[in-house]
């Protein structure tokens, strides 16, 4: 074993025997939040390791779904993850206060108009959607998760329409109109149109009033047989998401008229998300379904949607000052590696960008780390896709679960974005082969008291 400093082999002998750990020497000075807080003259070592006993495992999630940034709407059958149905329940509001449809007016079509903001997953696969009407009112006051349920009326007032997302196609024609951007229009049934332009200006002279008479939809998708997709949608751009009602006078046909329904960042509105796991592969459906934590070992899952997140433990970290009684171990540099599996390499299920490590209290309460707070170009935590792997710098954290200043219940590993995303990831665990395994680099030294 080589260090700088011949005088810390004692040490290095005596942790070694502590925490049967191997030790290498570290030939640069590492990268650090403090690295001059401490005078080079009280250093008796620096040293490096990749070999700390890191456990992992994937467990089921749940995730806050209210007035996030994307509605979701759609299925995808993964052949990892198994089968996920997105939808979202919606209030809407009149566009303008007051309105009347005239004497004798008739209904030509109520359509409703969503804008596409993006999606994952195949969108060349066949989607079959449903709307049903509330039956129940949504609450600002309420919190809402992704297995959220309101009560809703049995009649399918979008009939089964079919679909596939056009995420890329930026024209489109209704009418005399042209619309600029990805937009999904779905039919709804003459009944709903009707009971609509039937309301008197009453109903219309506010929107908590008008959500009395009509307390919204929700949507959802059939599952799919194979691929398939999430499509996220702006649901508050009130230029292209529309509730769309046309109609006419019968005493003028040839004068079509419109009148359009708006959901806005003032009105409520959630994610709900069905996931069939039992559809996902062996290894996952062992891991996460039949709770054989042990499977973490050679690889880990993460998905959003309120779906699965990673527990990370460093179980023998503050048995790292033990024995010292005539200095003390300060983190120079610590790196989280998580590398993706190969798993995580198919087109269609790109990996996601941002990542979220935060700590669990013996509570199971969760708090940001230390390191979260010196910024994104420190902590890091973005996928790199030339080395398909991520990394999180967490000195600090370790430095407090050292010290003793947190206990040491482990991390939480996520997707940025799970309430209003559909991406997912396979990582190696710490027993995948050496050169693609998660692992924790340390650089560290031992100081004078």
Known sequence: MKTQHSTARTFIALL???LLIAFASCKKSPETVGNNLISGDNYIGIFHTDTVEVLCHSYLDSVATGNVTNALLGAMKDPVFGISEAGFYTQFRPSVAGQSFGSNPVLDSL???LCIAGYYGDTTALQTVHAYELTDTLSAQTTYYNHSTVATNVVDQAN???FFPHPRTKTHIIGTDTVQQPIIRIPLSQQLGQYLMSLDTTAFSRPDLFKQYFKG????CDPVTTDGAITYLNLTNNTHTLLQLYYHDAATPE???RYNFYVTSSDTYFNHIDHDYTQGCPPFVSQVLDQQPALGQEEVYLQTMGGVKVWIKFPNLTRWTDSLTEGHLVINEARLILPASQLATDSIYKAPTVFSLIGFNADST???LPDYYEGNSYFDGTYSSSDKS????????LQSIIMKEKENMGLSLGINGASYNAQRLVINGPDA????KMKLEVTYSIVNE
Request: net charge neutral; aromatic share 12%.
């Open 16 to 18: 070694t025997a502590t």
């Open 111 to 113: 359509v409703l108009q």
């Open 160 to 162: 089964s329409h079919q």
């Open 217 to 220: 939809l929700y949507l959802t």
């Open 255 to 257: 004068k079509h008229m």
């Open 366 to 368: 969760t708090y940001l």
């Open 390 to 397: 991520v990394t999180f710098r967490i000195s600090e954290y």
């Open 433 to 436: 082969p050496v050169g693609e």
